[in-house]
């Protein structure tokens, strides 16, 4: 009953909006949080590699991942896409952190194909196109330090909680929020979400109305000080390990960039795309994580062992084998299909020391199918 009413929401939302005539022609604005590859760039160290080893964690790196995959599936939609950058490694000149990795940010006329991360020249941009819609990407981090046991989803935009400085905001918010915490494959750590979305200053501790920009913009967000309807959007939190292993495999955030652009979609009364996907995570049924990099929380999937390069075959509904998914060595068992027809299909997961399992799944078009199997070791 909760599920419905979710959707009529959404649906009631969605359809009140001046723009609810789908995405073609609709300018989106994607930023991919930070930037570069310094210290600003929250770098963190893996199972498998140390702090500031490009190979490890960045959170600007999965920004993009998850940016580039939102990019391709509004441009399919015929949305106009303008992103603050494109690629991962730029720096603001006189950064004292850069690295050997870094280049000095571009800046050109707002066709895309920029790399630019200097937090008032993309307010200024959105500000001067006026765009139809805004999104910053990133995921999060507690204050209490690394290792600790939150992950949950927010989203801010400019002002106080309640009071949207640029109006839409709260709206946009609402009916993105349910589609990208769709989530199974995560551990959420609370199960209360009405309070993670939120004005910049009310969460950040402002004192309303704030300091004003060179533009004339008040808020906390250096990147939301325009006129134009956004937020910032915490996908999840990169400090509680688990998550931050699964955010190692590109397609996971690929994932969650379809399930931003589902929010999107939903907001412009978009046309729901004819494909589905398959997503899930393959771990053990019988031994628990054990490594001091993943400080899970108890009693939750994440307590289970993932297991690296397991096998994932995928078999159509005449039983032939169309695909495979060879899963990385990252301590986070994810396996993906992208692009898949609806239907019935088989999977089969394989991996050394393990017993083979099989299971049926149905793939809808515009929904992901999740699969959590648990692999027993084999005699």
Same mark, same amino acid.
């Given at each position: 009953m909760k599920?419905?009413l979710?959707?009529?929401?959404i649906?009631?939302?969605?359809?009140?909006s001046?723009?609810?005539?789908?995405?073609?022609?609709?300018?989106i604005?994607v930023?991919?949080?930070?930037?570069g590859?310094t210290?600003?760039?929250r770098p963190?160290?893996?199972?498998?590699y140390?702090?500031?080893?490009t190979?490890?964690?960045?959170?600007?790196?999965?920004?993009l991942?998850k940016?580039?995959?939102?990019?391709?599936?509004?441009k399919a939609?015929?949305a106009?896409?303008?992103m603050s950058?494109?690629t991962?490694?730029?720096?603001?000149e006189?950064?004292?952190?850069?690295?050997?990795n870094d280049? !000095?940010e571009?800046? &050109?006329?707002? #066709?895309?194909?920029?790399?630019l991360? %200097?937090?008032?020249? +993309? *307010?200024s941009q959105?500000?001067?196109?006026?765009p139809?819609?805004?999104?910053?990407?990133?995921?999060?981090?507690?204050g209490?330090g690394?290792?600790k046991?939150?992950?949950?989803?927010?989203?801010?935009?400019?002002?106080?909680?309640?009071?949207d400085?640029?109006k839409?905001?709260?709206?946009r918010a609402?009916?993105?929020f349910? !589609?990208?915490?769709? &989530?199974?494959? #995560?551990?959420?750590?609370?199960?209360? %979400?009405s309070?993670? +979305? *939120?004005?910049?200053?009310?969460?950040?501790?402002?004192?309303?109305?704030g300091?004003?920009?060179?533009?004339?913009y008040?808020?906390?967000?250096?990147?939301l000080?325009?006129?134009?309807?956004s937020?910032?959007?915490e996908g999840?939190?990169?400090s509680?390990q688990p998550e931050?292993?699964?955010?190692?495999n590109r397609?996971?955030c690929?994932?969650?960039?379809?399930r931003h652009?589902?929010?999107?979609?939903?907001w412009?009364?978009?046309?729901?795309e004819?494909?589905g996907?398959?997503?899930?995570t393959i771990?053990s049924a019988?031994?628990t994580?054990d490594?001091?990099?993943?400080?899970?929380k108890?009693?939750?999937?994440d307590?289970?062992?993932?297991i690296?390069?397991?096998?994932v075959?995928l078999?159509?509904s005449?039983?032939?084998?169309?695909?495979h998914?060879l899963?990385?060595?990252?301590w986070?068992?994810f396996?993906?299909?992208?692009y898949?027809?609806?239907?019935?299909?088989?999977?089969v997961?394989?991996a050394p020391g393990?017993?083979t399992?099989?299971e049926?799944v149905?793939?809808?078009?515009?929904r992901?199918?999740?699969c959590?199997p648990?692999?027993h070791?084999?005699n």
């Open positions: 599920k419905f979710l959707s009529i929401i649906l009631a939302i969605a359809a009140t001046a723009n609810a005539k789908g995405l073609k022609g609709k300018v604005y930023n991919p949080g930070h930037g590859w210290v600003n760039d963190h160290a893996t199972v498998n140390q702090e500031m080893d190979m490890s964690f960045f959170e600007s790196k999965t920004c991942w940016a580039l995959e939102l990019r391709d599936r509004l939609a015929k106009k896409v303008i950058r494109t991962n490694g730029w720096v603001s006189g950064d004292k952190n850069k690295t050997i280049r !000095y571009t800046y &050109n006329d707002g #066709t895309g194909q920029q790399q991360i %200097t937090l008032f020249k +993309i *307010a959105v500000d001067s196109i006026n139809d819609y805004f999104i910053a990407m990133h995921s999060n981090a507690t209490g690394d290792g046991k939150v992950n949950y989803l927010l989203y801010m935009y400019r002002g106080e909680t309640g009071n400085y640029a839409g905001s709260i709206d609402r009916v993105a349910p !589609y990208v915490y769709d &989530n199974p494959l #995560t551990v959420w750590t609370t199960a209360d %979400t309070q993670y +979305i *939120a004005g910049d200053l009310t969460w950040m501790g402002g004192t309303p109305p300091t004003p920009n060179a533009l004339g008040t808020g906390w967000l250096a990147v000080k325009h006129k134009v309807p937020f910032l959007v999840s939190f990169h509680y931050r292993q699964r955010l190692m397609d996971y690929r994932m969650e960039g379809i652009f589902r929010g999107i979609n939903a412009f009364g978009g046309k729901p004819k494909h996907y398959i997503a899930g771990k019988d031994e994580a490594h001091p990099l993943y400080n899970y108890e009693g939750t999937d307590q289970w062992k993932p690296n390069r397991a096998i075959y078999l159509d005449r039983n032939v084998r169309i695909r998914y899963v990385d060595n990252e986070n068992g396996f993906g299909f992208f898949l027809k609806p239907g019935k299909y088989t999977l997961y394989e393990y017993e399992q099989t049926q149905v793939v809808e078009r515009d992901t199918t999740y959590k648990r692999l070791k084999s």
